[in-house]
């Protein structure tokens, strides 16, 4: 079972359960065909509550029958036809994939289901990260001050797995992106999956926090990083602040997002930050930033980034790298710490 579950994801199964469960948590890849929608499921575990198990699945046959009931069984067939190792699955594996099989095998269509469900498969999600033991590879953990360019430096090894990706969220205050975060379950359910299929005896990762944005890394994985070999990447400021003006700003612009949103949503970050920084600080960044801006300036822009760096994010990296100074074993420019982990691996 244990080897079913994690070959779930290369394959896209169908996953039976309204919208509203699939958005809180699916199997990777997975394509949402409900045989109940939101409005229809609500309705039905109404009628549960109400008058039992009979008079629920009653309720639930007669909203979906005739040209909906066809038109059910049109989509999964033809996913099935793109996709023949696929199974279907619901929350428990229970009454709704046993009558999607039984509608699909009245039509000639074969088809296999998930047994226990998404419920078994979110709880052997789980049981993965409840022992630090399960995380038997040797990991390698890529630091350095924020803008030294380590998530392109991962990106760059086969071996890595790349969690800021999964979060969709750079890892910082202002590392928001406009299309949002997966729920905290899709992002251990992904999580899991890559690690548990990587293939390779190291396993490469940026440093990051106990949280990315609002996904927290799942179990023993941070206590993990925390215990792993630290390679540092050492990069000049002038350099770190041209990398988070081109990524932050440049790439955002040219990518389609107005200078006027762009500047509100860092203002916004900012803001989050300001008792940590100090009126002072505070007042300073928010000046340049707002001249950068309206000027269209990489020089003040890198002003304002650069003060940030120094004044926040270097002060708080520091800290928690001296906490960790007995686990870096290299430390040097990027080519340097390339060669390091090459012969490493």
């Known amino acids: 079972m244990s080897l079913q579950l994690r070959n779930l994801s290369n394959v896209s199964n ?17 394509v ?46 033809e996913h099935l036809k793109k996709n023949p190792e696929c199974l279907l699955y619901c929350f428990r594996g229970g009454m709704r994939s046993e009558i999607a099989v039984k509608w699909l095998n009245g039509c000639g269509v074969k088809v296999n289901r998930l047994k226990g469900g998404y419920k078994n498969f979110r709880n052997w999600v789980i049981s993965q990260h409840l022992d630090i033991e399960n995380y038997i590879k040797d ?39 406009d299309s949002g975060q997966p729920t905290q379950s899709n992002f251990e359910n992904i999580l899991t999956l890559d690690y548990l299929n990587h293939k390779y005896e190291k396993l490469i990762l940026e440093d990051e926090s106990r949280t990315i944005g609002r996904t927290g890394l799942p179990g023993f994985w941070y ?4 215990s792993s070999k630290l390679v540092i990447l050492e990069v000049d400021d002038d350099k770190r602040a041209e990398n988070i003006y081109y990524e932050y700003v440049y790439d955002e612009i040219n990518n389609g997002t107005s200078e006027d949103n762009l500047l509100e949503k860092y203002l916004g970050s900012l803001n989050n930050i300001k008792r940590r920084l100090g009126n002072v600080v505070y007042d300073n960044i928010k000046d ?30 520091s800290y928690k790298l001296d906490m960790r100074k007995d686990f870096v074993v290299h430390k040097g420019e990027i080519e340097s710490c390339r060669d390091y982990i090459n012969a490493m691996l």
């Open 32 to 77: 949402n065909i409900p045989i109940l929608n939101n409005d229809q499921f609500k309705k039905v575990g109404i009628e549960y509550k109400k008058n039992g198990s009979d008079a629920a699945v009653a309720l639930g046959h007669s909203l979906v029958k005739g040209s909906l009931k066809e038109e059910l069984i049109y989509y999964w067939t």
């Open 139 to 177: 990991w390698i953990i890529i630091g350095g001050l924020t803008g030294s360019g380590k998530t392109n430096f991962l990106r760059s090894f086969k071996e890595s797995i790349d969690l800021e990706q999964i979060a969709n969220h750079r890892g910082s205050a202002f590392g928001v992106r």
């Open 288 to 317: 340049l930033m707002k001249s950068a801006f309206h000027q269209n300036e990489k020089e003040i822009h890198k002003e304002w980034i650069l003060r940030l760096l120094t004044s926040y994010y270097d002060k708080m990296y």
């Open 223 to 226: 206590q993990k990083m925390q």
């Open 14 to 30: 169908i996953d039976l359960r309204s919208e509203n469960e699939f958005k809180k948590g699916s199997i990777p890849r997975s």
